[in-house]
């Protein structure tokens, strides 16, 4: 780790040992946020939410990178990982229509309007075009209250339609964004990332709801074409005119009951929550990848499976309002032979073809093996301390580990993060410095080392 980052955890450190925690997921003042009742009732509203997350990067780049055509074995930046608003309004007792826009991951380099390069008014990594993340309807079969009795019902039923996010494969396939326990999301969570789906999403219908503790959704949609080249035995995304895919995710909460209003599954609820979750999932897509074998075209379908555990649990005495969080999940990932994808988040390397040492197999940058046919076990755990006295700032020390046994890699692979939420205002706002290592592949079964990454959130949302 370079000295700029110890500067920055030593600062943030003594900011956690010299503040008083206090209890919230939210903030107190925040109550219903920014909300526009149309009836007097509040049953028919609109409601607004905004974010932004801007991190500082200090990272060590993989052999063979440039950086704006510098070769370069470490740097660091300031970007922007997300700014979104996000608006529903439900405005009958059983329709509910939703829109979602932003932008994600624009940094110094890349990130901006399509066609920016090099230098001026639209130069690289400028004015990144915002585009919809979700917009659905949604109808109300059997709602959460009968109409007529005001009584809730055990069982509920909606369906809906649009570019959505009600999926399988694991809770954290459907994230939220705003309150991650770790400072993001590990990626691999989503598997099929900007290939077949759009940042997370597809089009098609889906159903969710209760049945008691049991809450489901599943969903028909219609995944984005490939059309990758196919390589011979290593299967590439190309679905043609892309068939059908199905999905799902069943869960049941043994203890408080979650919100399903909206599909974004909560990282961590700050100790306001007593949750116990069980959850499995799975995704179908018929011939969703290409390969070649002696020359001829194969079609492989996509079948992923995973199951996970969910606990935010309060721990000691009740006044301290310490709490646990744990997460853990494996998938099962099948997308054909020797399938997988090198992904780095906002990665501001490119090859150096003048480079003559062993490269990083995953290429430049900050890039790594992300997603493939195999398997990946990921936990992750958080404990928030106990308060003291009677201020907002809460902190919450957190790790993560990830274990990936790609078919296409002879070695398995392990992946650590370590880091600590400081809640100033709850999740409202927050900071998160982490530290993450990532192994190194210079070919299919040698790893010669590790490379360390250093980030530091400043989250804010409305």
């Not at 470490?74 to 309004?89: E, K, N, P, V, W």
């Not at 690289?124 to 109300?140: L, T």
């Not at 907002?392 to 020390?397: C, E, G, L, S």
Request: hydrophobic share 40%; proline share 5%; charged share 15%.
């Amino acid at each position: 780790m370079n000295k700029t980052a110890l500067w920055l955890i030593a600062a943030l450190a003594l900011l956690a040992v010299s503040t008083h925690p206090s209890p919230g997921q939210g903030s107190t003042d925040y109550g219903s946020g920014l909300k526009l009742n149309i009836n007097p009732e509040g049953t028919k509203y609109v409601r607004l939410i905004l974010w932004n997350q801007i991190w500082f990067r200090s990272m060590q780049m993989n052999p063979g990178t440039l950086v704006n055509g510098v070769p370069t074995t470490q740097a660091s930046d300031f970007g922007t990982r997300r700014i979104r608003m996000l608006a529903y309004a439900q405005i009958s007792p059983r329709y509910l229509i939703l829109a979602h826009w932003g932008i994600n991951n624009q940094s110094f380099t890349n990130g901006g309007a399509a066609g920016s390069t090099g230098t001026g008014a639209y130069g690289a990594g400028k004015k990144p075009g915002m585009f919809f993340h979700d917009i659905w309807n949604e109808y109300a079969v059997v709602a959460a209250k009968d109409p007529l009795t005001g009584d809730a019902n055990k069982a509920t039923l909606f369906v809906g339609a649009g570019l959505h996010y009600w999926h399988g494969i694991s809770r954290m396939t459907s994230a939220s964004t705003l309150n991650f326990l770790a400072v993001d999301a590990p990626i691999f969570n989503w598997p099929l990332i900007e290939n077949s789906d759009q940042f997370a999403r597809l089009f098609g219908v889906y159903a969710k709801g209760k049945l008691g503790k049991l809450a489901y959704r599943a969903n028909i949609n219609k995944p984005f074409a490939t059309n990758q080249t196919p390589i011979e035995r290593t299967a590439v995304d190309n679905n043609g005119v892309s068939r059908m895919s199905y999905g799902g995710y069943f869960e049941y909460q043994f203890l408080d009951q979650e919100a399903d209003v909206l599909p974004y599954k909560v990282g961590t609820y700050v100790g306001t929550k007593r949750v116990f979750n069980l959850g499995a999932g799975f995704y179908h897509q018929p011939d969703g990848t290409q390969s070649l074998k002696n020359g001829v075209v194969r079609n492989h379908d996509i079948s992923l499976f995973a199951v996970d555990m969910f606990a935010d649990l309060p721990i000691g005495n009740a006044d301290r309002n310490a709490a646990l969080t744990a997460y853990s999940t494996f998938y099962s990932n099948n997308f054909g032979p020797n399938y997988m994808r090198n992904i780095g988040i906002m990665n501001i390397g490119t090859s150096d073809p003048a480079f003559t040492d062993h490269k990083a197999l995953a290429g430049p940058g900050n890039a790594r093996a992300m997603i493939g046919t195999g398997s990946i076990w990921y936990t992750q755990a958080g404990i928030l301390l106990p308060k003291r006295g009677d201020t907002k700032v809460r902190v919450q020390p957190f790790a993560a580990y990830a274990l990936k046994q790609f078919d296409a890699l002879r070695k398995a692979g392990s992946y650590y993060d370590m880091g600590c939420n400081i809640y100033i205002d709850g999740h409202h706002a927050k900071l998160t410095p982490q530290y993450s290592l990532r192994p190194v592949y210079t070919d299919k079964s040698t790893v010669t080392g590790t490379k360390g990454e250093f980030i530091l959130q400043a989250q804010i949302y409305l």
